[in-house]
């Protein structure tokens, strides 16, 4: 495709569950739409993390879109013809302190103001329910309409949705510049194709921050890498996904178990990442820090093996929000990055709500909290960005 | 200068030949070995109490046995020697392993030596996965540790040196070889006679085991194309069937199959400390980087022995005592550094019979891209030729790794050891692309299963 030239409507950059979902969602509301994707679509943290579909514990103000695109997953299977094995299975979270448990309590009250439903569970109901769970669990929160998914289809399952319904899914393609004259934005990309498009859509994970930068919009964001790891298979019997609320770092541990049997975890310390490379490495000692605090939610987990451990760079930013929405200083452009290992439940809602908003110039879901102006209106000196 | 912090993996040929020139040069290294006792899998030794002779357990070999042992046993005093100890993971520097399944820590080292050996190269076959069907090595582990034999009516079936190695063992030790059946033609063998004969002895013990079978009656095939393992889930294997060169189909009634296709070396290690990997044209696998010394693209790390290049027991002891004296040399402390060329020489002798090898029994990757849809090509997660061609066709996957992530070809307990090169000539096929171009499964810690009742790391001092 050398020196080949496209025009479109939309030029996505970045081929994650964020853009593949945007492309999807785009060609639904009848814009054409180019995906420019480095890789592979879903390589990258859409294809790593947990596969956690989980409202619970969210920050407030991100429910309403949380609850869209929790709507979507239920959805896939006549939107884009793949399940990506998502089960509503409910989630617990279960706390180990008295203090704990109030924290958990007063979210279920707030949440239920947001449209949350959650059941707090004490001690003994905890047990009369999910008899897996060791003595040092005192009591949780369970959130029934919640679940999970694989998070290795997802994202290149909306990538053949969005290539069957038109647009044009380019992989092995990095967009080398991106720039605007007139109307338009221009991208240059190491294939030698250029794409032409009155709006422009950044969904490069922890590589946005150097995108958003171009555009003079700096955003405070480091690279980290989730630890995970799989079990080897045992019969089918832990349905909800486990998570711990903690204030303490190593604490926070989870797992789910698929429906194959293998149960997947995660969650305590992070990894460094590095944007260059495109990996993150596993550190090991990690690993056994999640094999302690896991035979401590549940002890007959220590009767299993680990099967294989990973990890993919995900963008972190200083205040634990994504970036979405428009530019706070070029027209036609927009940013969906940033979501701090949090994005894959919000993915699929992501992309409609950027398709809705390019679309209409406007976002029925309120967005407000995740603009980037919030970095870019203090003075560009105290918003260093860290992965330029 | 403190002396260099030295970790030796394996306890095989080469890890016993490399921590004998370490210790001979002054140094304590550490030796890491998941065997209960030392010699690897070629020179593994008998459990306690097993009272066979050593020609009875190593045929030909006995006295190399023999010596092996008892270098080893003279180096125990010098060393920091770690039986039942899985390297489960290695960073930059440290390398992590859990004792007898419950001892965790971490060893820091300057220079690691991995001396990981080899398995069994697979070919899925339909019906492989019924209980009976062993690899060739499985099969001649049960014999040299426990006296055992897989069945009581054996096929051998694959191809190698291996192939004719086990069936003769079986025969000696007394079990019913109802056929050797090898994909690999006569002519092929003829053709890589020339090559073979750069170890002339090691050929002529070859043709002797051959000759030995064809003896005792034995039915060798030549040239063959497995059909099935046939049987049924609650019975395992009752049989095999294959076509013969010329294409008419044979059965034999059998309990057991041992299989086979040559080996491949175990580079999980390498791969982790993010040695560079090359495609080998001759063996159609990826093997990591190593100059002719045993250094590998990453700095401090050496490879050595079957892990690194199959060059059988001979090559592995050469191979051993040639990275541990390069790391040597590396860390500043030249200790017999005149006979590194002549190793170097030895080392190329061996080269050259490898590809020999290579030529006469060939990986068959042809009947790996035919094998028919039902046929199950990665056994621990169910996923049959058929799902891998549609990973391709209906959802694009390319390379290993993406059709790893979309239909989970080699993400069970072998983690593709078993699976991986027949599921890249598949994937290759299906996608029609040279199959060097699909690459190979990256390698994710834990190296081996890592049990999760073990506790917190602590890092030792070395």
Same mark, same amino acid.
């Given at each position: %495709?050398?020196?080949?030239?496209?025009?479109?409507?939309?030029?996505?950059?970045?081929?994650?569950?964020?853009?593949?979902?945007?492309?999807?969602?785009?060609?639904?509301?009848?814009?054409?739409?180019?995906?420019?994707?480095?890789?592979?679509?879903?390589?990258?943290?859409?294809?790593?993390?947990?596969? *956690?579909?989980?409202?619970?514990?969210?920050?407030?103000?991100?429910?309403?879109? +949380?609850?869209?695109?929790?709507?979507?997953?239920?959805?896939?299977?006549?939107?884009?013809?793949?399940?990506?094995?998502?089960?509503?299975?409910?989630?617990?979270?279960?706390?180990?302190?008295?203090?704990?448990?109030?924290?958990?309590?007063?979210?279920?009250?707030?949440?239920?103001?947001?449209?949350?439903?959650?059941?707090?569970?004490?001690?003994?109901?905890?047990?009369?329910?999910?008899?897996?769970?060791?003595?040092?669990?005192?009591?949780?929160?369970?959130?029934?309409?919640?679940?999970?998914?694989?998070?290795?289809?997802?994202?290149? @399952?909306?990538?053949?949705?969005?290539?069957?319904?038109? @647009?044009?899914? =380019?992989?092995?393609?990095?967009?080398?510049?991106?720039?605007?004259?007139?109307?338009?934005?221009?991208?240059?990309?190491?294939?030698?194709?250029?794409?032409?498009?009155?709006?422009?859509? =950044?969904?490069?994970?922890?590589?946005?921050?150097?995108?958003? @930068?171009?555009?003079?919009?700096?955003?405070?964001?480091?690279?980290?890498?989730?630890? %995970?790891?799989?079990?080897?298979?045992?019969?089918?019997?832990?349905?909800?996904?486990?998570?711990?609320?903690?204030?303490?770092?190593?604490?926070?541990?989870?797992?789910?178990?698929?429906?194959?049997?293998?149960?997947?975890?995660?969650?305590?310390?992070?990894?460094?990442?590095?944007?260059?490379?495109?990996?993150? *490495?596993?550190?090991?000692?990690?690993?056994?820090?999640?094999?302690?605090?896991?035979?401590?939610?549940?002890?007959?987990?220590?009767?299993?093996?680990?099967?294989?451990?990973?990890?993919?760079?995900?963008?972190?930013?200083?205040?634990?929000?994504? =970036?979405?929405?428009?530019?706070?200083?070029?027209?036609?452009?927009?940013?969906?990055?940033?979501?701090?290992?949090?994005?894959?439940?919000?993915?699929?809602?992501?992309?409609?709500?950027? +398709?809705?908003?390019?679309?209409?110039?406007?976002?029925?879901?309120?967005?407000?909290?995740?603009?980037?102006?919030?970095?870019?209106?203090?003075? @560009?000196?105290?918003?260093?960005?860290? *992965?330029? | 200068?403190?002396?260099?912090?030295?970790?030796?993996?394996?306890?095989? &040929?080469?890890?016993? #030949?490399?921590?004998?020139?370490?210790?001979?040069?002054?140094?304590?290294?550490?030796?890491?070995?998941?065997?209960?006792?030392?010699?690897?899998?070629?020179?593994?030794?008998?459990?306690?109490?097993?009272?066979?002779?050593?020609?009875?357990?190593?045929?030909?070999?006995?006295?190399?046995? !023999?010596?092996?042992?008892?270098?080893?046993?003279?180096?125990?005093?010098?060393?920091?020697?770690?039986?039942?100890?899985?390297? $489960?993971?290695?960073?930059?520097?440290?390398?992590?392993?859990?004792?007898?399944?419950? #001892?965790?820590?971490?060893?820091?080292?300057?220079?690691?030596?991995?001396?990981?050996?080899?398995?069994?190269?697979?070919?899925?076959?339909?019906? $492989?996965?019924?209980?009976?069907?062993?690899?060739?090595?499985?099969?001649?582990?049960?014999?040299?540790?426990?006296?055992?034999?897989?069945?009581?009516?054996?096929?051998?079936?694959?191809?190698?040196?291996?192939?004719?190695?086990?069936?003769?063992?079986?025969?000696?030790?007394?079990?019913?070889?109802?056929?050797?059946?090898?994909?690999?033609?006569?002519?092929?063998?003829?053709?890589?006679?020339?090559?073979?004969?750069?170890?002339?002895?090691?050929?002529?013990?070859?043709?002797?085991?051959?000759?030995?079978?064809?003896?005792?009656?034995?039915?060798?095939?030549?040239?063959?194309?497995?059909?099935?393992?046939?049987?049924?889930?609650?019975?395992?294997?009752?049989?095999?069937?294959?076509?013969?060169?010329?294409?008419?189909?044979?059965?034999?009634?059998?309990?057991?199959?041992?299989?086979?296709?040559?080996?491949?070396?175990?580079?999980?290690?390498?791969?982790?400390?993010?040695?560079?990997?090359?495609?080998?044209?001759?063996?159609?696998?990826?093997?990591?980087?190593?100059?002719?010394?045993?250094?590998?693209?990453?700095?401090?790390?050496?490879?050595?022995?079957?892990?690194? #290049?199959?060059?059988?027991?001979?090559?592995?002891?050469?191979?051993?005592?040639?990275?541990?004296?390069?790391?040597?040399?590396?860390?500043?402390?030249?200790?017999?550094?005149?006979?590194?060329?002549?190793?170097?020489?030895?080392?190329?002798?061996?080269?050259?019979?490898?590809?020999?090898?290579?030529?006469?029994?060939? $990986?068959?990757?042809?009947?790996?891209?035919?094998? &028919?849809?039902?046929?199950?090509?990665?056994?621990?997660?169910?996923?049959?030729?058929?799902?891998?061609?549609?990973?391709?066709?209906?959802?694009?996957?390319?390379?290993?790794?993406?059709?790893?992530?979309?239909?989970?070809?080699?993400?069970?307990?072998?983690?593709?050891?078993?699976?991986?090169?027949?599921?890249?000539?598949?994937?290759?096929?299906?996608?029609?692309?040279?199959?060097?171009?699909?690459?190979?499964?990256?390698?994710?810690?834990?190296? !081996?299963?890592?049990?999760?009742?073990?506790?917190?790391?602590?890092?030792?001092?070395?």
């Amino acid at each position: %495709m050398s020196s080949q030239h496209v025009q479109t409507d939309v030029v996505v950059v970045g081929g994650g569950l964020m853009g593949a979902s945007a492309a999807f969602f785009l060609r639904q509301r009848g814009v054409s739409a180019v995906l420019l994707e480095r890789g592979l679509v879903g390589q990258q943290a859409s294809g790593v993390n947990f596969g *956690n579909v989980r409202r619970q514990g969210r920050f407030l103000p991100q429910l309403p879109l +949380a609850h869209r695109s929790r709507d979507i997953w239920g959805r896939l299977p006549e939107l884009i013809g793949h399940d990506a094995e998502f089960i509503a299975t409910g989630h617990v979270r279960v706390v180990y302190a008295e203090s704990q448990m109030a924290d958990v309590e007063k979210y279920a009250t707030d949440a239920k103001h947001w449209g949350l439903d959650l059941q707090i569970l004490g001690r003994s109901e905890l047990r009369k329910r999910f008899p897996f769970f060791g003595p040092e669990v005192i009591g949780g929160s369970y959130s029934p309409n919640d679940g999970h998914a694989n998070p290795r289809l997802a994202a290149p @399952a909306f990538g053949r949705a969005a290539k069957r319904d038109g @647009a044009q899914v =380019i992989e092995d393609c990095e967009v080398l510049q991106v720039e605007k004259s007139g109307q338009d934005f221009r991208v240059n990309t190491s294939s030698g194709l250029t794409v032409t498009a009155p709006a422009a859509l =950044i969904c490069s994970g922890a590589w946005g921050g150097a995108m958003s @930068a171009a555009w003079g919009e700096p955003v405070p964001m480091v690279p980290k890498g989730p630890t %995970m790891a799989v079990t080897e298979p045992l019969p089918y019997g832990i349905v909800p996904v486990v998570g711990v609320s903690t204030r303490i770092e190593h604490e926070g541990v989870y797992f789910r178990q698929v429906r194959r049997g293998n149960i997947v975890f995660g969650g305590g310390r992070r990894n460094p990442a590095y944007l260059d490379g495109r990996r993150a *490495n596993v550190n090991p000692n990690w690993t056994l820090g999640q094999l302690h605090e896991l035979r401590r939610i549940a002890p007959a987990l220590g009767k299993l093996n680990v099967l294989r451990t990973w990890s993919g760079v995900e963008g972190y930013m200083d205040d634990d929000i994504p =970036i979405m929405g428009p530019s706070a200083k070029v027209s036609g452009l927009y940013y969906a990055f940033g979501f701090c290992g949090h994005g894959f439940q919000l993915g699929p809602g992501v992309g409609d709500v950027m +398709a809705e908003l390019i679309a209409t110039g406007a976002s029925s879901t309120p967005i407000e909290p995740f603009h980037i102006h919030r970095f870019t209106s203090v003075p @560009a000196a105290e918003t260093a960005v860290v *992965n330029a | 200068m403190a002396d260099p912090r030295v970790i030796v993996v394996g306890a095989g &040929p080469a890890g016993v #030949r490399a921590a004998q020139a370490l210790v001979e040069a002054g140094l304590r290294p550490t030796v890491v070995d998941e065997g209960r006792r030392d010699g690897g899998q070629i020179y593994r030794r008998q459990p306690e109490g097993f009272a066979r002779s050593y020609p009875q357990l190593y045929g030909t070999e006995a006295q190399k046995a !023999k010596d092996l042992h008892d270098s080893f046993e003279a180096l125990r005093p010098h060393i920091d020697y770690r039986p039942e100890t899985l390297a $489960w993971n290695l960073t930059a520097g440290q390398l992590h392993v859990v004792a007898g399944g419950e #001892r965790t820590a971490v060893l820091p080292y300057d220079s690691l030596i991995v001396c990981s050996g080899a398995t069994d190269r697979l070919l899925p076959v339909e019906g $492989w996965h019924y209980a009976g069907c062993y690899s060739l090595g499985a099969a001649q582990i049960a014999l040299k540790s426990q006296a055992c034999s897989i069945g009581k009516r054996v096929v051998f079936m694959g191809t190698g040196p291996l192939l004719y190695l086990v069936a003769s063992q079986y025969l000696k030790a007394g079990a019913q070889v109802a056929a050797v059946l090898d994909t690999s033609s006569l002519s092929t063998r003829i053709r890589a006679l020339p090559a073979l004969a750069a170890r002339p002895a090691l050929l002529w013990n070859g043709l002797k085991l051959v000759a030995m079978l064809r003896s005792a009656g034995v039915r060798l095939m030549a040239g063959i194309s497995p059909v099935a393992v046939t049987g049924d889930d609650e019975r395992g294997v009752s049989g095999v069937r294959l076509r013969d060169a010329q294409g008419r189909e044979h059965s034999f009634e059998c309990d057991a199959v041992g299989l086979g296709y040559h080996l491949r070396s175990e580079g999980q290690l390498a791969d982790l400390a993010k040695c560079h990997f090359d495609f080998d044209e001759p063996s159609r696998q990826w093997l990591p980087r190593i100059d002719e010394d045993g250094r590998s693209s990453a700095p401090g790390v050496y490879l050595a022995g079957d892990g690194a #290049r199959i060059l059988g027991a001979d090559g592995a002891e050469a191979a051993g005592r040639l990275a541990a004296l390069a790391a040597l040399k590396d860390a500043g402390r030249p200790h017999a550094v005149v006979e590194m060329p002549q190793l170097r020489k030895r080392l190329a002798t061996m080269d050259k019979f490898r590809r020999g090898l290579l030529q006469a029994f060939p $990986w068959p990757h042809q009947l790996a891209s035919q094998l &028919p849809d039902r046929a199950i090509v990665c056994r621990c997660e169910g996923v049959s030729a058929g799902d891998l061609r549609a990973t391709v066709r209906d959802l694009g996957a390319q390379e290993m790794n993406r059709a790893k992530a979309l239909c989970r070809v080699g993400m069970g307990r072998c983690q593709g050891r078993y699976c991986g090169h027949a599921a890249a000539e598949l994937v290759a096929d299906a996608a029609v692309l040279p199959i060097e171009r699909v690459g190979r499964l990256r390698g994710q810690g834990p190296v !081996k299963p890592l049990p999760m009742s073990v506790p917190l790391a602590v890092e030792e001092q070395a």
